[in-house]
């Protein structure tokens, strides 16, 4: 039975803790650098018990095959496949044409198709569900195994010949029935084992088919399917359009429903690996959805990694052990991490921790206002002046809140944050122009000039040399 994440109810679980019986997605478990001799390793620990974590396997990650058929599909539209599908079709329906140049291009672009249909089968085989890189080791290194997918076509080639010479037009038919149903079983032995000799060998290839069971049957019918399309695609649709687009086209739809063909055909490999003995390792597993979280995880911080453990903590009801966390980990170097801030504040508030959300609110505050989260400050500052009277931010986030409060119509509380501001930091240089925006607060919005020209007057008293009294004189001389 399927084991899903127990933060993440709708994602399937890859790790899992013995200790604390919890069962985690990629996005929860914590990801380490193992360091000194093993460099570049990584190491997966459970966030609440800081141990290693155990891998369920592929099979708690992937769906059945037949679950899946709309992804297989849209495989070849990722870059990598689509741009080779594009530029092969071009170079096919440019250069083919009778004589030596047509046949060298026809091998030419058909090889390159099945050299990176064979990497495909390879990669998803193996656990990466990712397209493989496009690149001269991915289309020129290695050809042997395209060599050996000839070679399985000319064996059954010459085996036809022998069956149809010595047994006739009906074992001839027969034995070309079987060997098509077997295909997919000898080109998926090719790649678990790579030798033609064991692909080719009835007793390997019909086992194989054996224990995958029911499944090779359905993978069967939908790997003729998607061997006969083209063909039917060319009858209905392709023949009625301009001779210059056919061979494109034409192409196209073939090399699209390989990249299919071997895709499906890997992923089978990937789903019954532990029937046919084929090994999937953790650290081969891809998909869009690791591959992103991986990208996460090298990106992650200390402070990255603590939200993770706190967040865990908070979905099992544990905030004072959330609390308790923040405070212990972060004691000496502070917090800088917007959304682990936002946690405690928010985790202080609902344990009506008043005193040390006050304290916490400050610097919370300053990282709100660094990152232009206007909505979010301006909540923040209206709980702490509610919580605590003479809480006071810092001189530029009280500055920059009273402009927001400001914007959102908080007339009142915008002039009472600049007045706060005078009168907590008198010595700071956002003084000045806070008298002025309180000021044309009074003037502009609470329509009271007496009250703003008062402020502009007292500003140019006491600050005669400031750089912004030449805009309070134009200003005051506008008020009339």
């Not at 979010?376 to 509610?386: G, L, N, Q």
Request: charge should be neutral; proline fraction near 5%.
């Amino acid at each position: 039975m399927k084991q899903f994440c127990q933060y993440h109810p709708t994602k399937p679980a890859h790790w899992y803790c013995d200790k604390c019986n919890t069962a985690l997605c990629p996005e929860c478990v914590e990801v380490r650098d193992m360091g000194g001799y093993h460099q570049g390793e990584k190491l997966h620990m459970c966030p609440n018990c800081n141990i290693p974590v155990q891998w369920l396997g592929v099979e708690n990650i992937i769906d059945p095959f037949w679950k899946r058929m709309p992804q297989f599909f849209l495989y070849p539209f990722s870059i990598r496949p689509l741009l080779l599908m594009i530029v092969l079709s071009l170079a096919a329906a440019l250069l083919t044409r009778p004589g030596i140049i047509g046949i060298l291009a026809s091998i030419t672009v058909w090889g390159l198709a099945f050299k990176y249909a064979y990497a495909i089968l390879q990669s998803t085989a193996s656990g990466d569900l990712t397209t493989p890189k496009l690149d001269a080791k991915t289309l020129s290194e290695n050809l042997g195994p395209v060599v050996k997918q000839i070679g399985i076509y000319v064996a059954i080639f010459m085996a036809a010949g022998f069956v149809f010479a010595n047994l006739g037009m009906a074992g001839g038919v027969l034995f070309l029935i079987l060997a098509t149903l077997f295909l997919p079983a000898m080109i998926i032995l090719l790649v678990t084992t790579e030798s033609l000799i064991q692909a080719i060998n009835p007793m390997m290839f019909v086992t194989l088919a054996i224990r995958i069971g029911w499944g090779y049957l359905l993978m069967y019918f939908f790997y003729s399917i998607l061997g006969g399309a083209p063909t039917l695609l060319a009858h209905h649709v392709i023949q009625y359009l301009p001779g210059s687009l056919q061979l494109f086209l034409f192409t196209l739809a073939k090399i699209y429903y390989t990249f299919i063909s071997y895709h499906l055909m890997g992923y089978v490999i990937l789903q019954y690996h532990q029937d046919i003995g084929y090994r999937v390792d953790f650290e081969d597993f891809k998909d869009q959805e690791t591959e992103e979280n991986s990208a996460m995880a090298e990106a992650n911080d200390p402070e990255t990694r603590l939200l993770k453990r706190v967040n865990q903590l908070i979905k099992d009801g544990n905030h004072e052990g959330a609390l308790g966390v923040i405070e212990s980990e972060t004691k000496e170097q502070g917090i800088s991490h917007l959304l682990l801030s936002e946690r405690y504040f928010t985790l202080l508030k609902m344990t009506n921790a008043t005193d040390r959300m006050l304290d916490h609110g400050r610097s919370h505050l300053d990282l709100l206002v660094h990152a232009d989260k206007k909505k979010e400050a301006v909540d923040v500052y209206i709980e702490c002046m509610s919580k605590g009277p003479n809480f006071s931010p810092t001189p530029g986030a009280l500055f920059k809140l009273a402009g927001w409060l400001e914007e959102t119509g908080k007339n009142k509380e915008a002039i009472s944050a600049f007045s706060q501001l005078t009168k907590a930091y008198p010595q700071d240089p956002l003084v000045p122009k806070s008298y002025f925006r309180a000021a044309q607060i009074f003037n502009n919005r609470l329509l009271n000039p007496e009250k703003a020209k008062k402020i502009l007057t007292g500003l140019v008293k006491k600050y005669p040399d400031h750089d912004i009294i030449p805009f309070v004189e134009r200003y005051l001389g506008q008020m009339g």
